[in-house]
């Protein structure tokens, strides 16, 4: 009896997962949380080599994400961004603008590649 009323504990709070991730709410949160990272990381490169320029950092930090995700390399990922001007010294943005930048060309070609959006 007590097996089964955990794993209807499990099942329900997967399920309130999903359902709070799919939200409105969930997925600002993940939003913020990725834009959180890469402007950690972002600082991180910066502190370890104040000379290097931004759009270096960006760079190499793109191409560290792209190298490790499939979908990324399948859709672009870094032209994508170099297009934004990320890459290039004139037009490299500040982080805040990069992390919220870098933050949702993912979290579109994630949704492109899972086959929610078309």
Not at 72 to 95: H, I, K, S, W
Request: charged share 20%; with cysteine.
């Amino acid at each position: 009896m007590e097996v089964l009323f955990i794993i209807l504990a499990v099942i329900a709070a997967g399920a309130a997962l999903v359902f709070f991730i799919g939200s409105p709410m969930g997925m600002q949160l993940v939003h913020k949380k990725s834009v959180s990272t890469i402007l950690s990381c972002v600082k991180a490169k910066q502190s370890e080599a104040p000379q290097t320029p931004l759009d270096e950092i960006y760079y190499s930090l793109a191409e560290e994400r792209n190298n490790k995700s499939k979908w990324l390399a399948e859709f672009n990922y870094l032209y994508v961004l170099r297009d934004a001007g990320c890459f290039d010294p004139r037009t490299a943005p500040q982080p805040e603008r990069f992390a919220e930048l870098m933050a949702s060309v993912e979290e579109k070609i994630r949704l492109h590649a899972s086959g929610v959006a078309k």
